[in-house]
């Protein structure tokens, strides 16, 4: 690793203070003491202030940002200073922790405690008090209403990256060939990633509007479009199991533009010199890009699709704000963990879901230490 | 992007030798009529639904329910089919205003604190010496395929009642559910595998000289990190800042369980998802403020477009 060449293996001593004498150090105790007092009362008192409810809303918006963005650079400089204030033998071997600590305190919290946390949840009942064995987990793999969700998972994990990367792949291939316009072309494509699913949501819901006969004329474009062929309005989102597709639509729509982003900026690296011998040898445009850059761009592209298998199995929102999935059978894993943790108040089935996700994604985190390795290895 | 989305993931798009630059020098067979209309087809089908939404919020009431969006483009310079009441009701009556601040107070910090703790910690792992360095990495790396709906649950439950495992406490009561404060170490904790990752890698990759004669000239590690690898840093960290705040900004599921949907702290992803389920037919409103939720990422996605696209093939910020 290049970087321990500059790390404090060398660490010269030649700014060795003068020991401390024994009143300034008391006085530095009482002063750091005094510091840290004053600033647990201003935060108590700030923190009183950004819950209050009847305060000017603006106000205590802009007193937590400012609070928030402040707070996180004092802590460090705070910190910091302190080990200055240690003695010199102890400091440089204290302040790496000084560095990364803040974010390894914060991860175990957020995210290595709850993991454990859910593991034992599942095995327990639905108020997470007795431990009932496995279950839950039967409950998982049985329940026709959870067997649907897998089904609907699966179908999410296949189709919505095979698509978004096909035209994704296609559409950088051709935005490539612009004269001009590509950059443009592309953003256009891309906008919706900045979109957030509930504006997805109700943006789709206005293409896939319905009203039956009798409850006003049809605004959904998709039923203008049949109207306009002289056919009848459909309840597109009631279709079992197409309306499964037409939600699929959605983070196709959102994700496409991911794929053709990364999938273009790998195209643009394709050494010139190989697509011209290419050429000079009499290979045709469509055989230059399936013999040429598919194999070139190749890794790539496995990447983003583990991505968006990832980001499918997952996926929640869309279907979420979208209705009932029960009726229209639109379940999928995700979403069912957050109906048992908060409609239908149990831990234990949903902590089950959630431990079936990660062991989901368990093989993908194998993957991506092994490729860290690697690359740690050519460094 | 939202909360299923996870945040990008690292790809690493080596540069090779002699790549082409975004600019042909017209050495391929640039496209004719068929490359361009297909383009522009795919193109217009991509911006129909946020056509769709832009036109049906500029519309009154009662033209929203009875004709299609679509119908203005026969008359579109008619002053009496185009209004901008929805965007006044929608902001007072609808609380998107108090939620557009509320977004605001949770994106900003939200932002800026994993950034700075994982820049921090991604100087340590780079150019610090420390027992442990390689396994705290690839622990931190490790986690960043833990699903945030896993996370979710005991996290509310330990700000709602502190934290014991196996009968022993290890966390306290700190009534943290429904603070900013909550929200902003929730996202934190999302948002730093990733930021540690991509951050280490590029400040991994900076040149160990200018490193290694700043600290002969006497700089200490918090100089250092301060006065030369943030300002070399700069790409890097903004390109990760802009997606954290778009996935701050849009997401949902972390802003409901830990801030919950009182309209006084609810934020505009809320909002909007509260007026979809309770006013499903008032689409001029739910159209006005899904635009008004869809505005300042929009600025933020056009305006920062470069760095976007850059944090997007993240790993050659290598470079």
Redesign the interface.
């Known amino acids: 690793m290049s970087a321990s060449t500059g790390g404090p293996g060398v660490e010269a001593e030649t700014f060795e203070e003068a020991p401390l004498s024994g009143s300034a150090l008391i006085l530095r105790i009482a002063a750091t003491i005094v510091v840290a007092v004053g600033v647990a009362y201003l935060l108590s008192e700030t923190f009183g202030f950004l819950r209050s409810r009847d305060a000017n809303r603006a106000l205590v918006v802009l007193v937590a940002i400012v609070v928030g963005v402040g707070g996180v650079f004092f802590l460090f400089w705070g910190m910091n200073t302190l080990v200055d204030w240690m003695p010199a033998r102890f400091r440089e071997h204290v302040r790496p922790y000084v560095f990364v600590g803040p974010a390894l305190v914060i991860l175990s919290i957020f995210l290595v405690y709850p993991v454990i946390n859910t593991i034992l949840l599942s095995f327990k009942d639905s108020r997470g008090q007795n431990y009932v064995g496995l279950q839950n987990f039967k409950f998982v793999f049985t329940d026709g209403s959870m067997l649907r969700s897998i089904r609907n998972t699966l179908g999410w994990m296949v189709l919505v990256p095979a698509v978004a990367v096909s035209i994704g792949l296609a559409f950088a291939t051709l935005a490539d060939r612009l004269r001009r316009g590509e950059a443009l072309a592309k953003s256009m494509i891309f906008l919706p990633m900045a979109i957030s699913f509930a504006g997805a949501a109700i943006t789709f819901r206005l293409i896939y509007s319905f009203r039956p006969q009798g409850f006003g004329s049809n605004i959904g474009l998709l039923n203008g479009v049949m109207l306009g062929l002289g056919q009848q309005p459909v309840a597109w989102l009631q279709q079992q199991p197409w309306n499964n597709l037409y939600l699929m639509v959605i983070m196709v729509w959102m994700q496409t533009g991911f794929a053709m982003v990364v999938l273009s900026a790998a195209i643009k690296a394709v050494p010139d010199e190989i697509l011209e011998a290419a050429r000079i040898d009499g290979a045709s445009e469509f055989q230059v890009f399936r013999r040429v850059i598919i194999p070139s761009i190749l890794p790539t592209i496995v990447v983003v699709t583990t991505y968006m298998v990832i980001n499918a199995l997952k996926v929640f929102d869309i279907v979420f704000v979208m209705g009932n999935t029960e009726t229209s059978g639109t379940e999928v894993v995700a979403e069912r963990m957050i109906y048992w943790f908060f409609i239908g108040a149990n831990s234990g089935r949903g902590a089950a879901i959630a431990v079936v996700l990660f062991v989901a994604v368990i093989p993908v985190m194998i993957a991506n230490v092994r490729r860290f390795r690697e690359e740690e290895s050519i460094r | 992007?939202?909360?299923?989305?996870?945040r990008?993931?690292v790809?690493?798009?080596?540069?090779?030798?002699?790549?082409?630059?975004?600019v042909?020098?017209g050495?391929?067979?640039?496209?004719g009529w068929f490359?361009?209309i297909?383009?522009l087809i795919?193109?217009l089908i991509?911006?129909?639904?946020?056509v769709?939404?832009l036109i049906?919020s500029f519309r009154p009431a009662d033209l929203?329910?009875?004709?299609?969006?679509?119908t203005v483009f026969a008359h579109p310079f008619r002053i009496a089919s185009w209004t901008l009441d929805n965007y006044r009701v929608a902001l007072d009556a609808g609380g998107l205003k108090?939620a557009f601040?509320?977004s605001?107070?949770v994106s900003?910090?939200?932002t800026?604190?994993p950034i700075?703790?994982?820049a921090?910690?991604a100087?340590?792992?780079?150019?610090?010496?420390?027992r442990g360095?390689f396994i705290?990495f690839?622990a931190?790396?490790?986690?960043?395929?833990?699903?945030?709906?896993?996370?979710?649950?005991?996290?509310l439950?330990?700000f709602v009642s502190g934290?014991s495992?196996f009968g022993i406490r290890?966390?306290p009561d700190l009534d943290l559910n429904?603070?900013?404060?909550g929200v902003?170490?929730?996202h934190?904790?999302?948002g730093?595998?990733l930021a540690?990752y991509l951050l280490r890698n590029y400040i991994?990759s900076l040149p160990?000289s200018i490193?290694?004669s700043a600290?002969m000239d006497?700089a200490?590690?918090?100089t250092i990190?301060w006065r030369l690898i943030v300002p070399l840093s700069v790409p890097a960290l903004a390109a990760f800042a802009i997606f954290q705040f778009?996935w701050v900004?849009?997401?949902?599921?972390v802003a409901y369980v830990f801030l919950g949907g009182t309209r006084?702290v609810q934020v505009?992803?809320l909002a909007?998802?509260g007026l979809?389920?309770s006013r499903g037919e008032t689409?001029q409103l739910?159209?006005a403020?899904?635009f008004i939720?869809?505005a300042l990422?929009?600025v933020?996605?056009?305006s920062l477009?470069k760095y976007f696209?850059r944090g997007?093939?993240a790993g050659?910020v290598k470079g």
């Open positions: 992007m939202s909360d299923t989305i996870e990008p993931p790809v690493s798009v080596a540069p090779a030798p002699g790549a082409r630059g975004s042909g020098v050495e391929v067979r640039k496209g490359v361009r297909t383009i795919v193109v991509w911006l129909i639904p946020t769709g939404v049906t929203v329910n009875t004709t299609g969006w679509w108090n601040m509320n605001l107070a900003i910090p939200a800026v604190i700075t703790i994982a921090f910690a100087y340590a792992f780079s150019w610090m010496e420390f360095r705290l690839v931190v790396v490790a986690l960043l395929v833990v699903p945030l709906q896993m996370a979710v649950i005991p996290i439950r330990m934290a495992f290890t966390f429904g603070t900013f404060l902003w170490l929730a934190t904790g999302f730093l595998p540690v991994g160990s490193i290694e600290r006497g200490d590690h918090f990190f778009l900004w849009n997401d949902l599921l006084n505009l992803t909007l998802a979809n389920g689409w739910l159209t403020a899904a939720s869809m990422p929009l933020v996605f056009f477009q696209v997007l093939t050659s």
